[in-house]
């Protein structure tokens, strides 16, 4: 393991609107190993898309304003160094998105945007000149390109891939664009790739098929892989640590199978319980609903909405990330810095749970809108 | 948890707190963008002018303000001074007021014509949107001969077969303008009617008229007020041309196109006979397309 | 009862004789009428080609469906996007028109309903969209949302709608005072309860739950889930739910119709269907679920590979739908196109496997010397 390719460390990120300033992240640390697929799981809202954008270096700023932290991409921060940035961003670093339609332009054929991204993702600024050759149909090294996406779409196990090199994405199945997404993702040997949530949209099928694909390319070539995602059916099945994210936090960080079988943190263990299961299905879901960024609750963020809340620490102590055995980081003030593993999941137990009985009948205010 | 509103006067009030509310977020999304101020300032001068115009204008008389426009032809072309500030005409009439004055006609041309061609335009639109199939095609068609025709030719011919007047031109005007409003309707009303809201809507038992007053039109509103701003400024210019051209206010009255008109013989010497109403009418269509912009810009944030 | 009986045998009592042909019910209960009694369904929009716009080709979104619901029960119709269960929840809920087949509700034909009846039948049957984003018109106050369907059928005076729509509203666990926001202030979750709210505003018996919870997160889900299954039980409602999560139908539906390609490929109890599926895709779909427990992995069938995607509704393939993805396919499958059988009872399947009347059919497409005994059950 020769370290880790990502690093983001206390990444603070606010945002001005007519509400006020929503401070959304709030000193995020995340990496990613080389080689490693770390899933970045939260739902809507919690930030993890204004973490991914601000690795990407997409964040709109203003009114996006990142007030503190570092994004280091093999020791360099990126966000002191502008001009790192968009070497990264263009050579070593690729992205997948969501929605295949947006992403891909439905006047130009396949071929001709994958192409372009071949030809000019590295930030390699072109001249009038070329730009118009390359409208023009006459661009350097045409053959070679087009050789080596054939080459990648078959590997996306596209059928007929000289063939969907010439077709418009408007032909092409939801399930096919999203494979020549990855490909366009993949044609310039990235080092490094940032998925978010490029299945969402898809029929669970054809969404295991992508994952099945995404699999391969990654140990086939070591790479390093952020997925983002709101499923944690899909963080299972691709990553190898996952970090949970909530309100601009990120509070817990453990391998993937271990997170599953002793979640330690209590909104872990609330999300985990409102998946309905083959198992079953208690469901009662996670009362309460995202805090306001404009006046984020003190403390740890998720207290109010949390079952083991303590008054007096919770609410008043901001929440570090807790050390627990080898593998395991969790910000919550059930555990302490060092502790071993099994006592912290004596604790999960015992505290971090939403048992029915306990659900409370009582309204919510009106003030904080009720539940969810 | 509040119950509900135990008084008609709690309810009122909130109400009144809500509404402005409301509107404090829509001043707040509008001062973001200073052009769309400098629009609104703009705008909100000239019908502050042509409100207290008697009481501005220092020759009320010589706009026409009581009567027939005085002459002086004593004091005739004089150039702009203390006294006159934008100098006077060949019948020796303060341009300052009839510049002032002028505003009255301008803004009541605007109205005017855009009244008619939303009136007529607006509810076609909603008709051929909402029902489709023959009537919409049929209805639409309709529309595009008029579209096919060009504006200013309608208007001369409009002019020419009817007196050639204020009133026939703006007549004109609404005449070609309306199209405009049937298609941009159409055009919202079909992608608004595939809103889930409106299946909704149905789904419950509404009537197609309820569902065309209650869902649709609130939703294809907003670009038809922003064209209706961006508008105002265009019906003006047409306005203005038709004066120019002498088809539309005639002298004495004075409408700024018309002046225009006038001064074009007196030019180079007299220059300010047309230049400060030219200077008239390009403020106010720059006024009302910065307060256009301003208005698309609060319209597309506010639905979010 | 023998394997090859035709679909849709009634099974006893006079009471199932009385209703529309082919119900098809609960294993376990007597037979009731049902509710809602559809027959043969189906709905083709026509493809319209060519400069003089005569259409030459249909895409059959529901091609020929019958299933009943039962008062009080949920049964959910599942199955991947382009499979029509939105349309067939849509057309079973009159909001579009059936190209043929029936649609019976309480005993009586609403296919063709229009106008006034038609909005009679509306206080009846409610819809619950997907997006709740969309659902609600972005310019109306919530309160004025959840009082639409009282204005449009006239039910109280304003006092009284006034105090409904705050009923309802607490009946969905929402402040009243979110009567006065506006949709854009609301989280999705609260969204939809306001749909939900909307949706009961008229009492209906059966309601249409289109995706309720695919826009929302997962831990709204559960809450928003359990929010239905309590009115469920406290007014009485009859659900079709339609959705693509089998995790969560298998929790909250009694029966479940996986479709595919505008038809039912399965239709069998909740526990049935995922201890024995005996239609392939349902494998598939069944090995594609992604699980969270490691439990869970011991329920799903052996993990079979999903092939190919959903093909064009408008060029469906021959013989079976389902034939060019199937593991199991054999050489008749491309031949003969299968039917809904009923295999045990209330447990439907639509695969040559259990062809049902159709077994000389499909030994006449064997290659010779190949006998359809050597076939059935194949796996691939």
């Known amino acids: 393991m020769s370290g880790n390719i990502l690093e983001v460390d206390d990444l603070t990120v606010s945002f001005d609107t007519y509400e006020g300033r929503h401070h959304v992240l709030d000193g995020v640390d995340l990496t990613v190993g080389e080689g490693e697929t770390v899933a970045l799981v939260g739902e809507t809202g919690c930030g993890k898309s204004v973490t991914a954008r601000s690795i990407m270096g997409t964040l709109p700023r203003p009114p996006g304003d990142i007030t503190a932290g570092q994004i280091r991409y093999r020791g360099t921060d990126l966000l002191t160094d502008a001009d790192a940035h968009e070497r990264v961003k263009g050579d070593e670093m690729s992205m997948i998105f969501q929605d295949p339609m947006t992403y891909?332009?439905?006047?130009?054929?396949?071929?001709?945007?994958?192409?372009?991204?071949?030809?000019?993702?590295?930030?390699?600024?072109?001249?009038?000149?070329?730009?118009?050759?390359?409208?023009?149909?006459?661009?350097?090294?045409?053959?070679?390109?087009?050789?080596?996406?054939?080459?990648?779409?078959?590997?996306?196990?596209?059928?007929?891939?000289?063939?969907?090199?010439?077709?418009?994405?408007v032909e092409l199945s939801g399930g096919m664009r999203q494979r020549v997404i990855v490909a366009m993702a993949l044609i310039n040997d990235p080092e490094f790739l940032i998925a978010d949530e490029p299945t969402t949209a898809l029929d669970v099928?054809?969404?295991?098929?992508?994952?099945?694909?995404?699999?391969?390319?990654?140990?086939?070539?070591?790479?390093?892989?952020?997925?983002?995602?709101?499923?944690?059916?899909?963080?299972?099945?691709?990553?190898?640590?996952?970090?949970?994210?909530?309100?601009?936090?990120?509070?817990e960080v453990g391998r993937t199978e271990e997170i599953f079988d002793a979640p330690l943190h209590p909104y872990t263990r609330g999300l985990l319980d409102s998946i309905p299961k083959l198992t079953g299905f208690d469901g009662t879901g996670i009362d309460g609903q995202i805090p306001d960024y404009t006046d984020p609750p003190s403390g740890c963020r998720f207290h109010p909405r949390c079952p083991a809340a303590m008054e007096g620490t919770c609410d008043v102590e901001p929440v570090e990330d807790y050390q627990i055995g080898d593998d395991r980081t969790v910000a919550c003030h059930l555990y302490e810095d060092g502790m071993e593993f099994e006592d912290a999941a004596a604790i999960a137990a015992d505290e971090a749970t939403y048992s029915d009985d306990e659900e409370d009948t009582v309204p919510a205010e009106a003030g904080t809108g009720g539940n969810q | 948890m509040s119950d509900t509103e135990s008084t008609a006067g709690d309810a009122a009030e909130s109400t009144l707190a809500r509404r402005l509310g409301d509107l404090d977020r829509i001043v707040y999304r509008f001062r973001q963008n200073p052009m769309s101020v400098l629009g609104l300032g703009l705008i909100l001068s000239f019908v502050f002018i042509a409100v207290f115009a008697p009481w501005i204008a220092p020759f009320p008389h010589d706009a026409g303000y009581g009567g027939e426009p005085a002459v002086h032809f004593d004091q005739k072309f004089e150039p702009p001074s203390?006294?006159?500030?934008?100098?006077?005409?060949?019948?020796?009439?303060?341009?300052?007021?009839?510049?002032?004055?002028?505003?009255?006609?301008?803004?009541?041309?605007?109205?005017?014509?855009?009244?008619?061609?939303?009136?007529?335009?607006?509810?076609?639109?909603?008709?051929?949107?909402?029902?489709?199939?023959?009537?919409?095609?049929?209805?639409?068609?309709?529309?595009d001969v008029f579209l096919s025709v060009p504006p200013l030719v309608l208007a001369l011919s409009v002019s020419?077969?009817?007196?050639?007047?204020?009133?026939?031109?703006?007549?004109?005007?609404?005449?070609?303008?309306?199209?405009?409003?049937?298609?941009?309707?159409?055009?919202?009303?079909?992608?608004?009617?595939?809103?889930?809201?409106?299946?909704?809507?149905?789904?419950?038992?509404?009537?197609?008229?309820?569902?065309?007053?209650?869902?649709?039109?609130?939703?294809?509103?907003?670009?038809?007020?922003?064209?209706?701003?961006?508008?105002?400024?265009?019906?003006?210019?047409?306005?203005?041309?038709?004066?120019?051209?002498?088809?539309?206010?005639?002298?004495?009255?004075?409408?700024?196109?018309?002046?225009?008109?006038?001064?074009?013989?007196?030019?180079?010497?007299?220059?300010?006979?047309?230049?400060?109403?030219?200077?008239?009418?390009?403020?106010?269509?720059?006024?009302f397309n910065f307060l256009g912009d301003g208005l698309r810009d609060i319209f597309d944030v506010e639905v979010q | 009862m023998s394997a090859d009986t035709p679909d849709g045998t009634e099974l006893d009592s006079d009471a199932a004789n009385a209703t529309a042909d082919g119900a098809v019910h609960r294993a376990d209960e007597p037979a009731a009428e049902p509710l809602v009694s559809v027959r043969d369904l189906r709905k083709y929009y026509p493809v319209s080609e060519g400069v003089i716009r005569r259409s030459k080709s249909h895409v059959k979104a529901v091609d020929g469906v019958s299933f009943d619901v039962f008062p009080g029960e949920t049964f959910a119709v599942v199955g991947e996007s382009g499979c029509g269960k939105t349309t067939l929840g849509k057309t079973v809920a009159r909001l579009y028109g059936a190209t043929s087949g029936t649609i019976a509700f309480d005993g009586r034909d609403v296919t063709d309903l229009q106008g006034k009846e038609l909005r009679r039948l509306r206080r009846d049957v409610q819809v619950v969209y997907q997006d709740p984003s969309s659902s609600l018109?972005?310019?109306?106050?919530?309160?004025?949302?959840?009082?639409?369907?009282?204005?449009?059928?006239?039910?109280?005076?304003?006092?009284?709608?006034?105090?409904?729509?705050?009923?309802?509203?607490?009946k969905v666990d929402l402040p009243v005072e979110f009567r006065h926001r506006y949709p854009s202030a609301l989280s999705g979750g609260q969204k939809q309860r306001v749909a939900i709210a909307r949706a009961l505003a008229v009492e209906p018996k059966f309601v249409v739950l289109d995706e309720p919870t695919s826009a929302l997160d997962v831990s709204v889900q559960a809450k928003v889930?359990?929010?239905?299954?309590?009115?469920?039980?406290?007014?009485?409602?009859?659900?079709?739910?339609?959705?693509?999560?089998?995790?969560?139908?298998?929790?909250?539906?009694?029966?479940?119709?996986?479709?595919?390609?505008?038809?039912?490929?399965?239709?069998?109890?909740?526990?049935?269907?995922?201890?024995?599926?005996?239609?392939?895709?349902?494998?598939?779909?069944?090995?594609?679920?992604?699980?969270?427990?490691?439990?869970e992995q011991d329920l799903k069938p052996t993990a079979v590979e999903v092939q190919g995607e959903t093909p064009d509704p408008q060029n469906p393939p021959s013989g079976c739908p389902f034939n060019p993805r199937c593991h199991r396919r054999f050489e008749a499958c491309d031949a003969v196109e299968p039917e809904l059988v009923e295999v045990e009872p209330g447990h439907l399947t639509r695969c040559l496997h259990d062809p049902g009347e159709k077994r000389e059919e499909v030994t006449a497409a064997l290659p010779d010397g190949v006998s359809f005994a050597e076939r059935r059950g194949r796996r691939d």
């Open chain 1, 104 to 169: 891909l332009s439905p006047v130009y054929p396949v071929g001709s945007m994958m192409a372009d991204v071949a030809t000019y993702s590295g930030g390699k600024s072109a001249s009038w000149w070329e730009v118009l050759k390359n409208l023009l149909g006459r661009r350097d090294n045409r053959e070679e390109i087009r050789e080596r996406s054939a080459e990648l779409l078959e590997r996306m196990r596209i059928p007929d891939p000289e063939g969907t090199l010439d077709r418009y994405p």
């Open chain 1, 205 to 251: 099928t054809v969404q295991n098929q992508i994952l099945d694909l995404l699999r391969e390319r990654v140990e086939e070539r070591n790479l390093s892989m952020l997925y983002i995602t709101h499923n944690l059916g899909v963080a299972r099945e691709i990553a190898d640590r996952i970090c949970i994210m909530y309100a601009g936090e990120i509070v």
């Open chain 2, 82 to 143: 203390t006294e006159h500030l934008f100098g006077t005409d060949q019948a020796g009439r303060d341009i300052f007021s009839r510049v002032l004055f002028g505003t009255r006609l301008s803004l009541k041309i605007g109205v005017v014509v855009l009244a008619a061609a939303v009136s007529i335009g607006v509810p076609v639109g909603l008709v051929a949107g909402y029902l489709g199939g023959g009537v919409g095609m049929t209805l639409m068609r309709v529309t």
């Open chain 2, 160 to 287: 020419v077969a009817l007196e050639a007047s204020l009133t026939n031109s703006m007549l004109a005007i609404a005449a070609v303008w309306w199209p405009w409003y049937a298609r941009l309707t159409y055009g919202e009303v079909l992608s608004v009617k595939k809103e889930t809201y409106v299946e909704a809507s149905r789904g419950v038992g509404a009537t197609s008229t309820r569902t065309i007053f209650r869902d649709i039109l609130p939703n294809v509103l907003a670009p038809i007020t922003v064209k209706m701003s961006l508008d105002m400024g265009y019906a003006i210019l047409v306005a203005s041309a038709l004066g120019f051209l002498g088809l539309g206010a005639q002298p004495p009255t004075p409408e700024w196109g018309t002046m225009v008109s006038q001064g074009r013989d007196y030019m180079p010497g007299q220059w300010w006979y047309s230049t400060f109403p030219g200077l008239a009418i390009f403020l106010i269509v720059l006024g």
């Open chain 3, 137 to 170: 018109n972005p310019r109306r106050r919530i309160g004025n949302i959840v009082k639409e369907p009282l204005d449009v059928h006239g039910v109280g005076t304003k006092a009284e709608r006034r105090d409904r729509v705050a009923e309802l509203l607490r």
């Open chain 3, 225 to 295: 889930i359990s929010l239905l299954d309590d009115l469920q039980d406290e007014l009485g409602l009859t659900y079709l739910l339609i959705s693509h999560d089998l995790s969560l139908v298998k929790n909250v539906a009694d029966r479940i119709g996986v479709m595919y390609l505008g038809n039912f490929m399965e239709v069998a109890d909740s526990e049935v269907l995922f201890e024995n599926p005996l239609n392939p895709y349902t494998e598939q779909l069944l090995s594609a679920i992604p699980v969270v427990e490691s439990h």
